[in-house]
């Protein structure tokens, strides 16, 4: 009984070592004023793969996709290896009227996300697991067909 629990405690203690973070939520989502979606296809983009979403509350709801998902800080090369590395992915940016993204979620093709607010410091966030059902759901959100 004493080597089943001292098992179990060790168990324990190698899985919350083994956690990660999750995504933040965004504030203020659904202040937005649009939302670009762009589909990357082996590093290249074209207006057939682009579209701008303004309904508030479609970009809020697109957004809190990307919210509590499991997940780790990277760096910028990290991310940008990760992105360079897929076939394809789409990215999913958010405006506020002013010229830069508040907020980004990139979703490479195997279901991973790459989440980053407007502020650097809280880093790049990649999700611990893939999520393509939620990536279908966003798409659905926003009306894309490619």
């Given at each position: ?93 958010s405006y506020d009227g002013s010229g830069s993204p508040v907020y980004s979620?990139?979703v490479l093709s195997d279901g991973t996300f790459l989440v980053e607010g ?25 009306d894309v067909n490619f």
């Amino acid at each position: 009984m004493k080597t089943y629990i001292t098992a179990l405690l060790i168990a324990i203690l190698f899985l919350s070592g083994c956690s990660s973070d999750y995504t933040k939520s965004f504030e203020n989502k659904g202040e937005m004023d649009h939302l670009i979606v762009q589909k990357v296809v082996d590093g290249d983009t074209s207006s057939e793969n682009k579209t701008r979403v303004t309904n508030p509350d479609t970009i809020a709801e697109i957004l809190q996709k990307g919210e509590g998902l499991g997940a780790e800080k990277v760096s910028v090369d990290e991310a940008d290896k990760a992105k360079e590395a897929a076939s394809s992915y789409y990215t999913f940016r958010s405006y506020d009227g002013s010229g830069s993204p508040v907020y980004s979620i990139v979703v490479l093709s195997d279901g991973t996300f790459l989440v980053e607010g407007s502020t650097k410091d809280s880093g790049i966030m990649k999700s611990t697991d893939p999520h393509e059902i939620l990536l279908d759901d966003m798409k659905q959100l926003a009306d894309v067909n490619f």
